[in-house]
């Protein structure tokens, strides 16, 4: 028979963990990294976003990088060949990372959830932190959620919006309309986009998610089961008919469908001659090179798209043929 008391407002929880809101993923390590890792050395993939070694370079913070295979696969060899204090993993696409067993003691684990609507700890190593960047996988012109299993430094987060915010919502609002109703030109909301884009390379402060996008957030949450019923039909189209060139990956709530192919630009180019825009993940900027950055395409499995566009694209693709990486 519990022994608890029972009723008056509800206990906190879970146990040990803490929770932030900022308006990107690249605040969100800011915060993290000025909250006590200042003096930490960090182990990076040598397969990322570029801001993330430039925001380590701005903070004056050490890091090395340890090696990532062709599947997004850890080395674990280069892991265990340094010497660290924080092993930075990356969730490719929404495929959660398995990190068992290359932190041990006192290391800590920052887990990088950039392509995930939510974030959550796996089992319950002490020594954890998370964090998301939502604008790279939803609608919203904003939005970063942390979970940390240390308080981290909340006085660091301005209460105000960040001042990319308005242009970006700006932006999304006219292609918005220009995609239902072909009002409004691409041109206008592109401008939008790149000026948004451009205040949020310039910023260096740490501001909080914007309450039109906290609001939209807690829809996403709501609907997250149909979303990723609806992700999971968009994946297999592609699969079906792509299945030659994927990069294999598994997650409950899969962000991209990702192909490997050769001359990767070349095809980019192509594909932009048929009004088909795809993202390389990412340019090279820092550390050794890996083939993952001339290689790889993701093709957005977002519950937004239709069957009928989702089946366009990979037909497109396929007429192009490009050979296996």
Known sequence: ?????????????PSGQFAYLTDSGRSSLRLILQSGFLDKTFLLPDFLCG????????????????????????????????KFDVLYVIDYFGSRCAFDGLVSGSQWVLE?????????????????????????????????????????KRELIESAEAPFVAAKLAAKRLKHNFLETGAGDEAAYLALFAEGEELADAQREIYSMSGESVARYMGMLTALDADASRRMQ???????????????????????????VSQRDELRKRLREHRVFLPSHWPHTHGPRNALYENVIGISVDSCYRADEIAHVADVIQSLAPAPR
């Open 234 to 260: 968009n994946m297999e189209i592609l699969r079906r008919r792509l299945g030659r060139l994927e990069v294999r990956l598994e997650s409950a709530q899969p962000s991209h469908f990702v192909i490997g």
């Open 51 to 82: 801001i993330i070694p430039q925001v380590f370079e701005e903070l004056g913070v050490k890091f090395a990088f340890y090696h990532v295979g062709g599947n997004f696969e850890i080395d674990t060899q280069s892991v265990r060949a340094q």
């Open 112 to 152: 990088d959830c950039a392509f995930l609507p939510a974030v959550a700890q796996q089992g319950t190593y002490p020594y954890w932190i998370g964090f998301n960047s939502l604008r790279k996988i939803s609608a919203l012109a904003d939005g970063s959620l942390v979970v940390s299993r240390t308080p981290l």
């Open 1 to 13: 028979m519990s022994t608890r008391p029972f009723g008056g407002e509800l206990a906190a929880g």
